[in-house]
Structure formats: C-alpha cells, structure tokens
C-alpha cells in the first residue's frame, strides 16, 4: 500500500520512476513490524532514496486505492 500514492505522486507516477530509475522498493508488515527495501542502480541511488522517503513519508492511502488493493487481496486469499 505505501507505493499507491503519495502527496505529489499517483501510483502511476510512481511505478514510472521506479521503472525509469531502475529502482525496486517493497514493504511488509506483520503485527508488530513494518519493512520496507530499497534496490537500486549506484549511479540513481540518491533518487532512488528521494522516491523512498516520499513513499515513506507522505503516503496518502487514498480510499479509493485501499479499495483495489483490498479487493485484488480477497481475490487472491485461498478460500476455505
């Protein structure tokens, strides 16, 4: 959910810069912890980090995009 959106970028644009910088970051949280990674090319490492700390800092979980993340979740939980 962090790379969904922020203040000054849509997920879109986000998904953009990762794949124009090179740049992968994923995040996972269980109940009492929260990771997020970082891997990135040497020479865009400083943007790299400039669209980590936005993700980090200004995720908006904007309702609309907690909805489609939550659903493509449900369609995707094995049912018992």
Do not use: W, Y
Not at 4 to 33: N, Y
């Amino acid at each position: 959910m962090l790379d969904e959106g922020t203040k000054t970028r849509s997920s879109i644009q986000i998904a953009e810069e990762k794949e124009r910088l090179g740049a992968s970051i994923g995040a996972s949280a269980s109940m009492d912890r929260t990771s997020v990674g970082l891997g990135a090319l040497t020479p865009n490492i400083v943007p790299s980090l400039d669209l980590l700390a936005d993700i980090i800092r200004n995720s908006t979980f904007a309702p609309q995009e907690v909805e489609r993340v939550r659903g493509s979740s449900l369609r995707a939980s094995p049912r018992k």
